[in-house]
């Protein structure tokens, strides 16, 4: 069974930055695409970024374009979510999530079949 642990999250001032990362493990960390969602209270949970099999692909919403990265270490069977320039619209925890599908672009909860735990991320204005 394909286990996710969430971790990296806390407490940041508006402005700062956090990396999260998920560790992975029980299957071949190699054969799934991989996510990061995130949920708000009394949101749904939304797509934040998503990256291919090998990590040189990745596809990502757009209120987080260009402040947030996303990759992967297919060696120590890690991904990771690097949150730069955070404001309080990013408060939420943060999911990450595996898909057999072998693509990107996976954009809804729907498409990822196994999931972590959450970690929670607190940004203050």
């Known amino acids: 069974q394909l286990q996710l642990v969430e971790s990296g999250g806390g407490l940041v001032q508006a402005g700062g930055s956090l990396r999260l990362s998920c560790a992975v493990s029980?299957?071949?960390?190699?054969?799934?695409?991989m996510g990061w969602f995130r949920q708000a209270p009394g949101n749904e949970r939304e797509f934040v970024a998503d990256i291919n099999l090998v990590g040189d692909d990745a596809n990502y919403a757009d209120d987080v374009k260009g402040r947030f990265t996303i990759s992967r270490d297919n060696n120590k069977n890690t991904l990771s979510l690097q949150m730069n320039n955070l404001t309080s619209e990013d408060t939420a925890v943060y999911y990450c999530a595996a898909s057999n599908l072998q693509s990107i672009g996976l954009t809804s909860p729907i498409y990822f079949g196994w999931w972590g735990q959450g970690t929670q991320v607190v940004v203050s204005s």
């Open positions: 029980g299957r071949p960390f190699d054969r799934y695409a």
